[in-house]
């Protein structure tokens, strides 16, 4: 049974409750799975149910290209002194993050931007902070040959490299049978996406998305119900409660004077260099972002508590109270899947 015929079930009992019992009804979180059914009716209009798979339009995948994509994400010889694999700043067993505010490369030196995770990423509109990637296939890509990231030389370097070892060989052979010359660089960014489009985490939240009301606690509802009347959906909805979109940071005030960051970053401004694109970043989903921490693109706040605080207050100019941020987060925390490890 979907969401509406919950809603059906529940109004009638409410019907019911009314019309001549003299009994007080159970806890309204358990009789009959109750939940106000305007919390439902709202939570249908912004969301939907992670789908069962992320497959791309453009590009084939297959077991031996999944297979062989994962091999590549989890190799240091994707790096030019083998310190690095994709793995190490997005790493599976740590819900596709490293936890760290930025990440060092392959040489130590960090980044300029937080890591994202790449659970669900697939299923974003565009990849990296500032959207300069449409999709998984093409990100996959750039980190290699960045030289502050994983430092190879160039894609022609990358390729000799692969060429020269005798297992990914015959794995590009199995994964492009239909290639007479299938370890290119292309290839190795199809099998990298086909991977990732595998990473996909549903949690209790889908299951409250496809109709068991139970799967979610009374204060998780609760917070689903402050989530959607504080405006937190003008930007987080669809399956990933974000990704969908771009956004300024820090639409009433500089964003930096809430984070405290220590370096302004530009955001999209830097790909377009359109005036209007300036602190532009992409909306990031918040699927499993109670494991993801440090937040922002710049990993400049630990704290979920303290990161919903400043989203309100940035983006929506709204003051919560301790309840209110306690609850949001509680439901955040029933965005957590399972993460699917290495």
Known sequence: MNIKGYVSILLGAVLWMGCGSEKEPHDPISYLNY????????????????????????????????????????????????????????NLDTYGVDNLPTSPGDKGENGERNSPTTLNAALHFVQFWDGRSPHVEDQ??????????????????????LKGIEDYQT??????PKDDDPITYDN?????????RTLLTPSRFDEFMQGNTEALT??????????VKTGCTTCHTGALLGGGMYQPFGVYGDYWTYTKSEKIDEGRFVVTGNESDKYVFKVPSLRNIEKTAPYF????????????????????????????VENIAAFLKSLTGETPGV
């Open 35 to 90: 939940v106000d059914p305007q919390i439902i009716a709202s939570a249908e209009k912004f969301f939907t149910a992670l789908p069962d798979e992320a497959k791309s339009v453009d590009f084939e995948s297959s077991f031996d290209r999944v297979k062989l994509g994962r091999k590549l994400y989890l190799d240091n010889r994707l790096s030019k002194n083998g310190n690095q694999s994709c793995n190490t700043c997005h």
């Open 140 to 161: 996959a890509g750039g980190p290699i040959v960045n030289p502050v990231e994983m430092a190879m030389p160039s894609e022609e370097y990358v390729v000799n490299r």
């Open 171 to 176: 794995s590009f052979t199995k994964a492009f």
């Open 188 to 196: 190795l960014k199809i099998a990298l996406g086909a991977f990732e």
């Open 218 to 227: 009374k204060k998780e509802i609760a917070g689903l119900d402050a989530f």
């Open 297 to 324: 693109h710049d990993g400049s706040i630990a704290s979920l508590e303290k990161a919903i605080l400043i989203m309100a207050k940035s983006q929506l100019n709204k003051e919560l109270n301790a309840e209110e």
